[in-house]
């Protein structure tokens, strides 16, 4: 079992940054692809990024590419979100999840989740 902590959220204005950092607690945590996704208010939960256990393979949303970058360091079991050249559409509760079966891009393919972090980003 794997237990998850997001944190580095906050408020920012259009085209700055912010890392998120998901935390995790267990022995297994380098054993999982672990994704990111985020909901905004209405809307479902969508996918932005993922990454294998050894970090050799990241996935994106087409919204997010160029953008953000998803990295890893499983020697302090922590995944990283850089997010880069934010938009107000960006704005959302963004959420870590570790993958227990199937594809990346779906969030039922996840079992663990996090509490989640705001990101907001003014205009």
């Known amino acids: 079992q794997v237990q998850l902590v997001e944190s580095g959220g906050g408020l920012v204005q259009a085209g700055g940054s912010l890392r998120l950092s998901c935390a995790a607690s267990?022995?297994?945590?380098?054993?999982?692809?672990i994704g990111w996704f985020r909901q905004a208010p209405g809307k479902e939960r969508e996918f932005v990024a993922a990454?294998?256990?050894?970090?050799?393979?990241?996935y994106y949303a087409d919204s997010v590419k160029g953008r953000f970058t998803i990295s890893r360091d499983n020697a302090k079991n922590t995944v990283y979100l850089q997010m880069n050249s934010l938009k107000p559409e960006d704005t959302a509760v963004y959420y870590c999840?570790?993958?227990?079966?199937?594809?990346?891009?779906?969030?039922?393919?996840?079992?663990?989740w996090g509490q989640g972090t705001q990101v907001t980003v003014s205009s």
């Open positions: 999840a570790a993958l227990v079966g199937g594809s990346a891009y779906y969030t039922g393919s996840y079992k663990y």
């Open positions: 267990g022995r297994t945590f380098s054993s999982y692809l």
């Open positions: 990454i294998t256990w050894s970090g050799a393979n990241t």
